[in-house]
């Protein structure tokens, strides 16, 4: 009988991001059984796969946790621990199924030694009793080559089981995507942190916007909520994805918002955490947004930003929607945007901010797993940023070139972005300098990525820059056979 599991649980048994396997699947080198695969195929494909074999996990797993950038501080490393009820829950579960796998081993071993009886019994009385015999012979060979597999050591089976009893799964039925929940993680942080557009509002059990249905499996409210179902809502088993846990691997049915259209305007207040001055031309912007009022917005997008005295400013968000607490800004002090100048010259630690939004279109094709170019120039590395931390946590995409075209003598995030180059088998990272007045040079930048490709048919591709810049690159690609619908930009 085939040991089938998804594919997002196959991948982290083996290290690999999901979309490195689903390109085995696309090239058929690996055979998928409506979106799952069997364990038997992967053992084989790979042999070395061991329970420690984990390193490129665990800096997966890093960057997830950079991007997160310590939402949740010093109690991380708690949280990813489940609590003893969870594990308690957990192996009882597992033990209800090894236990129905005894019985059913059980029977049919007894079914096995009734065939013998009767094949015996039938040779008896049959003219040609050799048959009998030889079914009997091949019988035998046949269970002594089960018991054989039985005890062959299952490096990737024992370790499906620590990963049952380390984390639930949760399937959710409606859009088909799956993710991880650590520890006592709520299933409304795990699915972002997966990087799931998953609906919500306050994120603490008052506005009722994250509700889910419970088709199967355990949960364990983790935190009590304001919110009342009817009871027609109890008796169909919603719950609050922001208060409660797995306990067991879950199928639910919940909202995810499949386009910008589908995020809420909305308007906060928020507060200087840090600025960083990185260079002399581009500074951090990090700003703090209440625990029941975050900011809901797709990897990619702007908001805008404003104070009563000055015009508003509209700027890309650069940090991932995984870490909605946390919203990241890249400021270009060469702008002349006077409130750009503010930020760079008055704003203090703990000011207050009005987030207006989100806006924009510049967000990830999650639907297409082709090999992603993002293309940056400048401080249009910002929604690059959040684009890349996105697709990263996602792991669906079968590659990633990013290529940073900068004015300054380094790119002002170049050890983060070498950091991504180191920790992932799918990812390239390059650079180059060029001077802004010098068009020509620019043009003959573009020259690595033509040398690199020749045809840029089939890849997703995202540019951010000034307009000169990106409208120079466009053209440049589609005269590579870049297919318009694949190719995004955003304008600075
Ligand atoms: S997000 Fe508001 S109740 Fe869960």
Redesign the pocket.
């Known amino acids: 009988m085939p040991r089938l599991v998804s594919l997002s649980r196959a991948a982290k048994l083996v290290g690999l991001s999901r979309g490195a396997l689903q390109k085995r699947v696309h090239d058929l080198e690996l055979k998928s059984f409506e979106g799952q695969v069997n364990l038997d195929d992967i053992e084989k494909m790979f042999p070395d796969a061991k329970l420690e074999d984990n390193h490129i996990i665990e800096d997966l797993e890093k960057i997830v946790e950079q991007a997160l950038k310590k939402a949740h501080g010093a109690k991380l490393a708690k949280l990813l621990a489940p609590d003893a009820y969870t594990l308690a829950a957990r192996l009882q579960s597992i033990t209800k199924d090894h236990a129905r796998s005894k019985n059913q081993v059980h029977e049919f071993i007894e079914l096995f030694s009734n065939l013998q009886s009767q094949i015996s019994h039938l040779a008896k009385t049959s003219d040609k009793p050799h048959l009998f015999e030889d079914l009997n012979n091949w019988l035998d060979d046949s269970i002594n080559k089960i018991q054989d597999v039985v005890i062959k050591p299952a490096p990737l089976l024992e370790k499906d089981t620590v990963l049952r009893v380390m984390a639930a799964q949760v399937h959710i039925k409606n859009t088909g995507h799956e993710f991880f929940v650590d520890g006592t993680n709520s299933i409304?942080e795990a699915g972002l942190s997966a990087g799931l557009a998953l609906n919500?509002?306050?994120?603490?059990?008052?506005?009722?916007?994250?509700k889910a249905k419970l088709i199967s499996g355990e949960i364990k409210k983790i935190k009590p909520?304001d919110?009342v179902f009817s009871e027609s809502e109890k008796l169909q088993n919603y719950f609050?994805?922001?208060?409660n846990t797995a306990i067991t691997e879950i199928e639910i049915e919940a909202d995810e918002a499949g386009s910008e259209k589908d995020i809420p305007a909305q308007q906060i207040a928020a507060k200087v955490k840090k600025m960083d001055k990185l260079t002399d031309d581009v500074l951090i912007l990090n700003l703090k947004t209440p625990r029941t009022n975050r900011l809901r917005f797709l990897a990619g997008q702007n908001v805008i930003l404003s104070r009563a005295d000055l015009p508003p400013l509209e700027i890309a968000i650069a940090s991932c929607p995984c870490d909605d607490m946390n919203i990241q800004f890249h400021i270009s002090k060469n702008n002349n945007n006077l409130f750009t100048r503010y930020i760079a010259e008055e704003l203090n630690n703990s000011d207050s901010i009005h987030i207006e939004g989100p806006t924009g279109s510049f967000i990830l094709d999650e639907d297409s797993n082709k090999p992603v170019i993002f293309i940056a120039f400048d401080t249009g590395f910002a929604p690059i940023k959040s684009l890349v931390e996105h697709a990263v946590t996602l792991e669906h995409a079968e590659f990633i070139h990013l290529y940073w075209i900068h004015a300054g003598e380094k790119p002002y995030m170049h050890n983060q972005c070498r950091a991504w180059e180191d920790a992932l088998d799918n990812f390239k990272y390059q650079q180059q300098q060029y001077d802004n007045s010098d068009a020509q040079q620019l043009e003959d930048k573009f020259k690595i990525l033509i040398d690199e490709y020749s045809d840029f048919s089939d890849k997703n591709i995202y540019i951010c820059g000034t307009e000169k810049m990106v409208r120079k690159t466009q053209q440049v690609l589609l005269n590579h056979n870049a297919e318009k619908e694949r190719l995004k930009i955003q304008i600075l």
């Open positions: 409304l919500y509002g306050c994120s603490n059990g008052i506005c009722g916007k994250c909520h919110f609050l994805c922001c208060s």
